[in-house]
T-cell receptor, first 116, second 111 residues
Framework: DADVTQTPRNRITKTGKRIMLECSQT?????MYWYRQDPGLGLRLIYY???????NKGEISDGYSVSRQAQAKFSLSLESAIPNQTALYFC???????????????FGEGSRLTVL | LANTTQPISMDSYEGQEVNITCSHN???????ITWYQQFPSQGPRFIIQ???TKVTNEVASLFIPADRKSSTLSLPRVSLSDTAVYYC????????????FGQGTILTVHP
């Protein structure tokens, strides 16, 4: 089983619908991240969380919200999806206690979202 | 945040050594340099990380000059399966935990 699991893996929805992408991890890491990737582009940080009580905006948080329900779970929501949110979304984790402290990122397999 | 600049693309042939350089002129004292590899429709995968001088592991080497304003990822004897996008990240210090990726370098290995 994957250490970082994303659901759903693929989703097609319509403009205006609310969508939630879920991420769960079994690595015991305290830090979790949501990124989006558009064709031919690098990854852009949407939100990140250092622990259950900590949520931070990334580069492109507008139109998104997140919830850290537990240390192992970090959900990304699109309150009212629009076509330009069509992208591949990745969840990642890292361990703040690693040495060196910057830590290695561990990624999920991605969630491909299409907004029509 | 310490910005990074990499070549957009590179081409190589099987068996050659490939060197990808990343510029990070405003790297901070506490920043580390990390490289990731990404295949299509997969999440990036950690390759190597370093702070200064040279680091080597089973898949790559990382060369960091004394001023740390650049770094070079070296892939020895590449194969077709090394065709991927390679990202350089600079993290730590004031950008601690806020791990941002640039556009990366598309490496294409030809037969």
């Amino acid at each position: 089983d994957a250490d970082v699991t994303q659901t759903p893996r693929n989703r097609i929805t319509k403009t205006g619908k609310r969508i939630m992408l879920e991420c769960s991890q079994t690595k015991g890491h305290d830090r979790m991240y949501w990124y989006r990737q558009d064709p031919g582009l690098g990854l852009r940080l949407i939100y990140y969380s250092f622990d259950v009580k900590d949520i931070n905006k990334g580069e492109i948080s507008d139109g998104y919200s997140v919830s850290r329900q537990a240390q192992a779970k970090f959900s990304l929501s699109l309150e009212s999806a629009i076509p330009n949110q069509t992208a591949l979304y990745f969840c990642a984790t890292s361990d703040s206690t690693s040495n060196p402290p910057t830590g290695e990122l561990f990624f999920g397999e991605g969630s491909r979202l299409t907004v029509l | 945040l310490a910005n990074t600049t990499q070549p957009i693309s590179m081409d190589s042939y099987e068996g050659q050594e490939v060197n990808i350089t990343c510029s990070h002129n405003n790297i901070a004292t506490n920043d580390y340099i990390t490289w990731y590899q990404q295949f299509p429709s997969q999440g990036p995968r950690f390759i190597i990380q370093g702070y200064k001088t040279k680091v080597t592991n089973e898949v790559a080497s990382l060369f960091i000059p004394a001023d740390r304003k650049s770094s070079t990822l070296s892939l020895p004897r590449v194969s077709l399966s090394d065709t991927a996008v390679y990202y350089c990240l600079v993290e730590g210090g004031t950008s601690y935990g806020k791990l941002t990726f640039g556009q990366g370098t598309i490496l294409t290995v030809h037969p």
